[in-house]
């Protein structure tokens, strides 16, 4: 008895795929929801700030305090330089009242910005990027304590 190939069909009712549409179904669901409740909704906050010498930044029951320039050997502006130099600055980080240290941060001439971590103080994922500290030195003049200023910007990330 020979069977002509013409004569098979095969039908979606009578396969094997007709069990399986569903459970790969259901399987894909379940992949889409795991994915999905293993993604947090994190929201990026960001702060600018600009204080003077003894001043004080708050933001969500926090501090930075720029407490003293340390040194400052960066190059004058109306001079050449073999050596750029650099600044030293002290802050003081508090949470609420409490004090949960102090930071020195070296500022180079040459560097636009220093960007570093906050995260050994705080629980939480914060950057502090310093962008400039101000005046710049010149020659012609002495830069008093109360003239400098500290410019920088607080990235917080808050997971929702």
């Known amino acids: 008895m020979q069977v002509n190939p013409r004569n098979m069909k095969l039908t979606y009712a009578n396969s094997v795929f007709h069990l399986l549409k569903p459970a790969l179904l259901v399987f ?9 409740s293993a993604q947090d909704e994190a929201e990026i906050e ?22 003293e320039v340390l040194v ?21 980080i508090f949470k ?18 220093f960007k570093t971590s906050l995260a050994i103080f705080f629980e939480e994922e914060l950057d502090i990027e310093f962008l400039s500290l101000s005046p710049y030195p010149k020659t012609s003049r002495k830069i008093k304590a109360s003239d400098y200023q500290l410019q920088f910007k607080i990235t917080e990330t808050v997971k929702r």
């Open 28 to 36: 894909s669901l379940f992949l889409f929801a795991i994915s999905a």
């Open 96 to 113: 609420g009242e409490k004090s949960l240290g102090k930071e020195t941060i070296s500022l180079g001439a040459n560097v636009n910005s």
């Open 72 to 92: 400052d050997s960066r190059c004058p502006s109306d001079v050449t330089c073999v050596r750029a130099g650099e600044a030293k600055i002290l802050v003081e």
């Open 46 to 67: 960001t702060y600018f700030a600009e204080t003077k010498l003894g001043e004080s930044f708050n933001f969500n029951e926090r501090t930075i305090h720029f407490k």
